[in-house]
Structures are given as C-alpha cells and as structure tokens.
C-alpha cells in the first residue's frame, strides 16, 4: 500500500496520511480527495516540501509546509510546536482549541461528504457492527448470527458500500460512525477499548461538530 501510494506520477499532489495497519478511514485518503479534487494524488514522502495534510488522527504530524483538510489531533497535545502553512479545516473543536483564538478555522472531517460519492443501494441487513481493526476477530467471535460484522481492513468502498447497505451500524471505529452519518443510517458508538490509542479524544472531536 506504501508503495502504491508513493510511486506515482510528479505531477500528482502530494497528500500525507496514515499507512499503517489497514484501515478504511485512512487508506481511503488519495482515492477521496481525488475524486472530491478530481486530480490525482500521491504520498507526500517529503513533508519539509509544500503537501496536504489528509483525513484522521495526523495533526500533530503537521509541519510548516502542510496545508490542512480536515485533521484531527489523536490526543490533546500540550502546545503546537509547528504552524501549519495553512489550515483549510481541523475536524472538532478541540483541535481547533489547541491553536490561538486569533485563528479563523472552519470544522469538520471531510468524510461528511462521502454522501457525494455513494449510490443508494438496497438495505441486506438490519445490524452492522463495525469493530476497531484490531478487534475484528472477537468481534465475529461475539456477533452471532443476528449481527453483520463489517471489517474495516478491506477495500475503503467496499466497506462504505457495506456500511450504506446497512439499516442500522453500531461502530467502534470513528469513521464507521462518520459515513453512516453521512448516509443518514442510525448509529451508535461503541467506546475504545485499551488497545485503541488516544482514547475518546478524536470521537469527542468529531462529534462537538454535530447537534
């Protein structure tokens, strides 16, 4: 995935995320701001060279050449050592209220646009249950039969098609949460568990952005 994302044409804009364990709300970045952009996209190697700053927990990755769509902090961070060169959104407010109140900047995360991008597709099930990456297995374990677990790790459409497929969505990961709001499909949040790193912080973010 590393690879694919780097070795892409110059012309391509650089774009930084997160790529590590699979994740659909992270690799889903180049595809989702190409399609938004209609442009073509590639993994910003150098971030000391001008880039975006993409979808998900990576604001502290910031530097004095980012230009920032949509980030959030992971955790609340003790000061900003670095100013972005610009920032066209933060997701929530509190990573908006890390930087000075002189700063005007616009919240949200971008994946609230997602609706752009899906067809309706007929409903196959009632219950989807979207675990964190690294719960997937127990999740399938304590499911059942009355419950559809949607895996994360898979192809970033495949699982926004599986999630618009779903009456329902109980998630405990955060863009689970923000697709199925996006799609308009009635969801719950489960908390983190301790092996999700940050906390509730980046949830709380996300939804001081809602009413």
Not at 68 to 96: A, K, Y
Request: glycine share 6%; net charge neutral; charged share 20%.
């Amino acid at each position: 995935r590393y690879l694919r994302a780097r070795f892409k044409p110059a012309s391509a804009l650089p774009l930084y995320w997160h790529i590590g364990r699979p994740n659909f709300g992270d690799d889903i970045n180049p595809d989702f701001f190409g399609r938004l952009a209609k442009s073509d996209f590639r993994f910003a190697i150098n971030q000391n060279q001008r880039h975006f700053l993409g979808i998900g927990s990576i604001l502290e990755r910031a530097t004095s050449k980012s230009i920032v769509v949509g980030s959030g902090f992971l955790r609340p961070p003790q000061e900003i050592l670095t100013v972005p060169l610009e920032i066209v959104c933060v997701r929530g407010e509190l990573s908006r209220a890390v930087f000075p109140k002189t700063f005007d900047i616009p919240v949200g995360d971008p994946m609230v646009l997602i609706d752009r991008f899906v067809a309706p597709v007929p409903k196959r099930r009632r219950l989807a249950l979207i675990p964190h990456t690294t719960n997937v297995v127990r999740a399938r374990e304590i499911a059942g039969t009355s419950v559809d677990v949607i895996d994360p790790t898979i192809d970033p459409w495949a699982v926004i098609e599986e999630i618009a497929a779903s009456e329902a969505v109980m998630s405990q990961s955060l863009h689970g949460l923000v697709v199925a709001d996006a799609l308009g499909i009635p969801n719950i949040w489960i908390e983190p568990t301790s092996s999700m790193a940050g906390g509730n912080f980046k949830f709380d973010d996300y939804f001081s952005t809602l009413d």
